[in-house]
């Protein structure tokens, strides 16, 4: 019974190790040595190389140079865009519904270091509306989504993030981790964060911000043009948050 026991919990760390591994490589795309992977994730190299032998074996990492690097290999890629796809999916219907609801158009973002990628976009019905294509990239700094994403963050995750200056997109840009950091402290209360014009000028935005099924950071978000933002803010705040909550909903019923 008790080697048993220990087996079990053997084979947890070896899971544990091998994805503390994989997570090292993300965004490595010219791959990692052996040492600098043992060096990042506080391992033996010895324990590195056999846990990147049979990562190897699974196509879950493969040879970036001819000298000894690894990098991400097709499984894995394959099997994340899977669940993005998924993902996407599964969030689409409500994201749609919210834009009915509203009239407004919502985007859909994830976070990639110290950007945001638009994964996905409804175009709301309004005349006068906003839209950005997917695949775009945005500050996390100035934008609505990316400072819901900021939010869950403590403040010096955000520094090391960000840095402590940032560039001034319009006159409303927060230039300066202190006003970045006091906005981001009513975000924290709230759940919701506000692009008061400081990426675009004529454009607001309302954010929140959640993790998908593989625990990446994704966002929703709402642009709406200046002139109508005032007397809708409180409205699209409160949807969105309920958006957010039904989706974290079909997440766990889809994990159960």
Do not use: W
Not at 20 to 30: F, G, H, Q, V, W
Not at 190 to 201: P, Q, V
Request: aromatic share 4%.
């Amino acid at each position: 019974m008790n080697r048993h026991v220990t087996n079990d919990k053997s084979q947890v760390q070896v899971i544990a190790r091998a994805a503390t591994i994989l997570r090292a490589l993300e965004d490595e795309n010219s791959g990692l040595s052996l040492g600098q992977i043992a060096q990042r994730v506080k391992l033996a190299r010895s324990t590195v190389q056999r846990i990147v032998s049979a990562l190897e074996t699974e196509k879950l990492v493969i040879a970036a140079t001819p000298n000894g690097r690894v990098r991400l290999g097709p499984t894995i890629l394959r099997l994340a865009a899977s669940v993005r796809s998924d993902f996407v999916s599964l969030a689409r219907p409500l994201l749609e519904r919210l834009s009915e609801e509203l009239h407004e158009t919502v985007d859909l973002s994830t976070v990639k270091k110290d950007h945001l990628v638009f994964i996905d976009q409804v175009i709301g019905s309004q005349r006068l509306r906003t839209a950005s294509a997917v695949g775009e990239t945005f500050p996390l700094y100035c934008t609505a989504n990316g400072k819901a994403y900021l939010a869950q963050l403590s403040d010096t995750a955000v520094e090391a993030l960000i840095g402590r200056a940032y560039e001034s997109r319009t006159p409303k840009t927060l230039q300066h981790i202190d006003a970045l950091l006091a906005d981001l402290k009513t975000a924290r209360r709230t759940g919701i964060a506000f692009d008061r014009e400081e990426h675009t000028l004529g454009v607001c935005a309302v954010g929140v911000a959640m993790h998908d099924p593989l625990g990446n950071a994704v966002a929703i978000s709402v642009p709406v043009p200046s002139q109508r933002f005032p007397d809708r803010q409180h409205m699209i705040a409160e949807r969105l948050m309920a958006t957010k909550r039904a989706l974290e909903g079909r997440m766990n019923s889809a994990a159960a």
